[in-house]
């Protein structure tokens, strides 16, 4: 049995026993990982973002999930390739101080990164590896959408995504910041130096049904498949806009009681509204209803690049995102203009509409694009390209002198 397939056991005290030891797994540290040095390493680095995706055997590691665990893996593999031997350990490991000399920190969040980056020196190359948009715009995005929540139905919920540390000295303090997305995100980190961004991925796919027979039943229904964040998300909005449309949600997320609370009507009540709950990527309950549905939708407010959105396209699922998704989705995607109530009714009625040839257009287009340019292989090149860059302009001497370098057409 899988590492992978443990966690998708449907005990549900299994999952929290299991959870429970990742947990522990991540106060570990890992030494000298070379697993994929070419030869003797040239320099050594420092990684502090996830642990316990190393631990088990390569064949039993996880090969579903990319983000984040498919990162924890590819990040130091391309490390290795470039001729790094690499220490790892978490990122909200705050007890563990290096004794020794790095050539290079990676480091992600806001936890650690200063007083790693300090221990260092000047020495060693520091680079930020960020999974969203600068931090002061994230939580901004954020506070809108629940304050037009309040707006809208008079409940103010808590936040449910909000970074709650400050990156702005990790972010200050970085020769270099590499993020996922496109040049949305880059936008973000303008005003910071060697900013590149990279495509986030998705494991291959090897199920079937990627390419459906029939596209016309799929068109009246669409996948809500989604990380936690009810309303950071927008699934406030689309349960609004979908209610007394005849057209079906599928939602496949975490709910929060007390946004459950609010929803209660539409969650139990309306008939083309199916909560899923917690559905595993690819698992059999997910191939029907990849199977099912012709879409997948987000209304989200910030991201770096959703992965669970990118899994769904990798499953031939047609994509309706707003720009604050930062994907690329070309003239086969659903562009949401607006993350409002009446623009989502009006964009989901359109695509329901669709013709079905052209719901097969843009299906086999998506298909023949989202395997090459959100590859694992794409990802780690990227972002070996993207360390170059930065490691390169410190070399230079124009690495520590401000100014931003949108970097993101380098690294796609």
């Given at each position: 049995?899988?590492?992978?397939?443990?966690?998708?056991?449907?005990?549900?005290?299994?999952?929290?026993?299991?959870?429970?030891?990742?947990?522990?797994?991540?106060?570990?540290?890992i030494?000298?990982y070379r697993?994929?040095?070419a030869?003797p390493?040239?320099?050594?680095?420092l990684l502090?973002?996830?642990?316990?995706?190393?631990?088990?055997?390569?064949?039993?590691?996880d090969?579903?999930?990319?983000?984040?665990?498919?990162?924890?893996?590819?990040i130091?593999?391309?490390?290795?390739?470039?001729?790094?031997?690499?220490?790892?350990l978490?990122?909200?490991n705050?007890?563990?101080?290096?004794k020794?000399?790095?050539?290079l920190?990676?480091?992600?969040a806001a936890?650690n990164?200063?007083?790693?980056?300090?221990?260092?020196?000047?020495?060693?190359?520091?680079?930020?590896?960020?999974?969203?948009?600068?931090w002061r715009e994230?939580?901004r995005?954020e506070?809108?959408?629940?304050?037009?929540l309040?707006?809208?139905?008079?409940?103010?919920?808590?936040?449910?995504?909000?970074?709650?540390?400050?990156?702005?000295e990790?972010?200050s303090?970085?020769?270099?910041?590499?993020?996922?997305?496109?040049?949305?995100v880059?936008?973000?980190?303008?005003?910071f130096?060697?900013?590149?961004?990279?495509?986030?991925?998705?494991y291959p796919?090897?199920?079937?049904?990627?390419?459906?027979?029939?596209?016309?039943?799929?068109?009246?229904?669409?996948?809500?498949?989604s990380?936690?964040?009810?309303?950071?998300?927008?699934?406030?909005l689309?349960l609004?806009?979908?209610?007394?449309?005849?057209?079906?949600?599928?939602?496949?997320?975490?709910?929060?009681?007390?946004?459950?609370?609010?929803?209660?009507?539409?969650?139990e009540?309306?008939?083309?509204?199916?909560?899923h709950g917690?559905?595993?990527m690819?698992?059999?309950?997910?191939?029907?209803?990849?199977?099912?549905?012709?879409w997948?939708?987000?209304?989200?407010?910030?991201?770096?690049?959703?992965?669970?959105v990118?899994?769904?396209?990798?499953?031939?699922?047609?994509?309706i995102?707003p720009?604050?998704?930062?994907?690329?989705?070309?003239?086969?995607?659903?562009?949401?203009?607006?993350?409002?109530?009446?623009?989502?009714?009006t964009?989901?009625?359109?695509a329901?509409?669709?013709?079905e040839?052209?719901?097969r257009?843009?299906?086999?287009?998506?298909?023949a694009?989202v395997?090459?340019?959100h590859?694992?292989?794409?990802?780690?090149?990227?972002f070996?390209?993207?360390?170059?860059?930065?490691?390169?302009?410190?070399r230079?001497?124009?690495?520590?002198?401000?100014?931003a370098?949108?970097?993101?057409?380098?690294?796609?």
């Open positions: 049995m899988s590492w992978q397939s443990l966690y998708l056991a449907p005990n549900e005290r299994l999952r929290k026993l299991l959870g429970l030891a990742r947990r522990l797994a991540e106060r570990l540290t030494t000298g697993e994929y040095c030869g390493p040239a320099g050594r680095a502090s973002y996830m642990v316990s995706p190393l631990l088990p055997p390569p064949r039993w590691r090969k579903v999930l990319f983000s984040n665990r498919g990162l924890a893996q590819e130091p593999r391309a490390l290795n390739e470039l001729g790094y031997e690499l220490d790892i978490h990122y909200e705050t007890a563990w101080t290096p020794r000399h790095y050539d920190f990676v480091g992600h936890y990164f200063c007083r790693i980056a300090e221990a260092l020196g000047e020495s060693a190359v520091r680079i930020y590896f960020s999974t969203g948009i600068y994230w939580n995005r506070a809108e959408r629940f304050y037009e309040a707006v809208r139905s008079g409940y103010f919920l808590p936040a449910d995504r909000a970074i709650a540390q400050s990156e702005e990790a972010n303090r970085a020769d270099g910041i590499i993020f996922l997305g496109n040049r949305e880059a936008h973000t980190y303008a005003r130096t060697n900013a590149i961004g990279l495509n986030n991925a998705a796919v090897l199920w079937d049904g990627v390419v459906k027979q029939e596209y016309g039943p799929g068109r009246s229904h669409f996948l809500f498949f990380g936690r964040g009810n309303v950071h998300k927008g699934l406030d689309l609004e806009a979908f209610v007394d449309t005849g057209l079906h949600l599928h939602i496949c997320q975490h709910l929060e009681p007390a946004f459950r609370r609010v929803y209660k009507q539409e969650l009540g309306a008939p083309n509204i199916h909560p917690y559905i595993p690819r698992s059999p309950a997910f191939y029907r209803l990849a199977a099912q549905c012709n997948v939708i987000s209304a989200t407010c910030a991201e770096g690049q959703p992965g669970a990118i899994e769904c396209m990798a499953h031939g699922l047609i994509p995102l720009n604050s998704a930062n994907i690329d989705v070309e003239s086969w995607g659903v562009r949401l203009p607006r993350c409002d109530v009446d623009t989502i009714r964009v989901i009625r359109e329901a509409g669709m013709p040839r052209e719901c257009r843009r299906a086999r287009e998506m298909l694009e395997p090459e340019s590859s694992v292989e794409r990802f780690r090149s990227s070996k390209r993207a360390v170059e860059t930065i490691v390169a302009a410190v230079r001497g124009s690495g520590r002198t401000g100014g370098v949108l970097g993101h057409a380098l690294c796609r």
